[in-house]
C-alpha cells in the first residue's frame, strides 16, 4: 500500500520560500504523476501542478511564476518550493499520487503572517 | 481553464434520503470526471472515477453519470458517515479543476 508522508514549515512571513517535501513509502515514483494540491481554510481544491519520476513538469498557470516542483528519485521523494508567500497562501497543501488522487499525504497546514 | 460549476454548495438532508449532485464543466471533457469525499480534517477520498466507475471498497449506494458537460453524483440512501463535502475533479486537460464543493448536511 502506497503511503505519503510530507512535512515542512508550517509557518511563513510574507515574501518567504515555502517548502514541502513528500516522501512516497510502499510504491516507487515510476509510472505515475506526482502532485500538489491546496485548500485554502474552508474553501476548496486547488491543483498546484505535478511532477513524473523523470523531473517532466505541469503547473497552474495561475501560481507558475512562483513554483517548481522537483523530484528525488535517490530518496523516493519530491518536493514544493512557492516563492514570494503572501497571506492568500495560507492553505493546507497536500501531496498525492496521479491525476486521478487515489493517494493522498496528510496535509500541511502552511500559515503565511507577519 | 475548464471552470467546473458543482451544485448546490451545501444540502441538509435524512437519513435514508437520496441525495443528488450536479457537476458542469465549461467545455466538453467526454468521461473524465472523478468524484471524492472529504471529511473535516482529512484528505479527500476517491469515490468515482470516470464518471461512473465506482472505486473498489466505495459502498453502493454512492454512484455518477454523465458525459460531455454535464454530470451527476447521486447517494441513494443518505448514512450518517457521508456527512462530509463532495467535489468533482475534471481530468481531461491541465490545469486539473475542481468543483467549488458540495456540504453535505444531516
Known amino acids: 500500500q502506497v503511503q505519503l508522508q510530507q512535512w515542512g514549515a508550517g509557518l511563513l512571513k510574507p515574501s518567504e520560500t515555502l517548502s514541502l517535501n513528500c516522501g512516497v513509502y510502499g510504491g516507487s515514483l515510476s509510472g505515475f504523476y506526482w502532485t500538489w494540491i491546496r485548500q485554502p481554510p474552508g474553501k476548496g481544491l486547488e491543483w498546484i501542478g505535478e511532477?513524473?519520476?523523470?523531473?517532466?513538469?505541469n503547473y497552474n498557470p495561475s501560481l507558475k511564476s512562483r513554483v517548481t516542483i522537483s523530484v528525488d528519485t535517490s530518496k523516493n521523494q519530491f518536493s514544493l518550493r512557492l516563492s514570494s508567500v503572501t497571506a492568500a497562501d495560507t492553505a493546507v497543501y497536500y501531496c498525492a499520487r496521479g491525476r486521478i488522487t487515489y493517494f493522498w499525504g496528510q496535509g500541511t497546514l502552511v500559515t503565511v503572517s507577519s | 481553464d475548464i471552470q467546473m460549476t458543482q451544485s448546490p454548495s451545501s444540502l441538509s438532508a435524512s437519513v435514508g434520503d437520496r441525495v443528488t449532485i450536479t457537476c458542469q464543466a465549461s467545455?466538453?471533457?467526454?468521461?473524465?470526471l472523478n468524484w471524492y469525499q472529504q471529511k473535516p480534517g482529512k484528505a479527500p477520498k476517491i469515490l468515482i472515477s470516470?464518471?461512473?466507475n465506482l472505486e473498489t471498497g466505495v459502498p453502493s449506494r454512492f454512484s455518477g453519470s454523465g458525459s460531455g458537460t454535464d454530470f451527476t453524483f447521486t447517494i441513494s440512501s443518505l448514512q450518517p458517515e457521508d456527512i462530509a463535502t463532495y467535489y468533482c475533479q475534471q481530468s481531461d486537460n491541465l490545469p486539473l479543476t475542481f468543483g467549488g464543493g458540495t456540504k453535505v448536511e444531516i
Open positions: 467545455q466538453d471533457i467526454s468521461n473524465f
Open positions: 511532477i513524473n519520476h523523470l523531473g517532466g513538469t
Open positions: 470516470d464518471a461512473s
